[in-house]
Structures are given as structure tokens and as C-alpha cells.
């Protein structure tokens, strides 16, 4: 009994880059943790400002196009930014 009610904890707490990120619940933060954890760990909303996140998702949709993976709807990018924005060092 004890080993079940350890691996449901294990399964059912966050993993920590999910608490590790400014309001982790929010939609934009969700679409940021989705979309921008494929290709590399999740990089921290703190780690540029906003004018270095703007120029960085546009190197990031052509590495996406390049790669061929799966690249947010225009509504995504919009969430996506406005995270970064609002978050941005
Ligand atoms: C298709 C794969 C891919 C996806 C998806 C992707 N990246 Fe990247 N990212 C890269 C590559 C490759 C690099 C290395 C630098 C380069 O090639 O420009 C990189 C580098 C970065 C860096 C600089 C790394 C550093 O150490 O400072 C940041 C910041 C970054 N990406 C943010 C993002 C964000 C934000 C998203 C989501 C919108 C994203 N990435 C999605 C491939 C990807």
C-alpha cells in the first residue's frame, strides 16, 4: 500500500520545471512549456528581456520549420509572446 500511495505522489505532483516558471497555470505558460520544450530544456522566462525573446521566436519558428516539428497556431504565438513578455527579465 505504501509503494502505491509513493508512485501516485510521484505521478501526480508537477515536475519541477513546471513549478519552476512564473504562473505555471496560466494558458501562455502552458503553450511556452508545450511548444518550447521539443527541441532543448525549457529555458527560464528570466533568461532574456523582451526585445532578446522577440528576435529569439523568430530564429526559434524557422528552427521549427526547419526541423519540421510541430509549430504553434498564430493565436499560440500571440500567448506564447505575451508570457514571454509579461515575464521577461
Ligand atoms: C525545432 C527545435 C526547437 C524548438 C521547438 C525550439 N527551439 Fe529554441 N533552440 C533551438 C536550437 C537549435 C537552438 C540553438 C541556437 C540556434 O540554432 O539558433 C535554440 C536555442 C534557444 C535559445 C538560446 C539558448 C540559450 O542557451 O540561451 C533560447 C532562449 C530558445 N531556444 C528559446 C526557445 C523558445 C522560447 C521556444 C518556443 C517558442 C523554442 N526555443 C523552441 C531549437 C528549437
Known amino acids: 500500500m505504501r509503494v502505491l500511495i509513493t508512485i501516485a505522489l510521484l505521478l501526480f505532483t508537477s515536475p519541477a520545471w513546471a513549478t519552476d516558471i512564473p504562473d505555471a497555470d496560466s494558458h501562455g505558460a502552458q503553450l511556452f512549456t508545450s511548444y518550447c520544450s521539443a527541441c532543448h530544456s525549457l529555458p527560464h522566462p528570466k533568461r532574456l528581456d523582451w526585445p532578446h525573446w522577440r528576435s529569439m521566436l523568430h ?10 516539428v510541430a509549430e504553434p497556431s498564430k493565436e499560440a504565438w500571440r ?3 505575451g508570457y514571454l513578455k509579461s515575464h521577461a527579465r
Open 79 to 81: 500567448q506564447i509572446a
Open 59 to 68: 530564429v526559434m519558428q524557422q528552427r521549427m520549420h526547419e526541423r519540421g
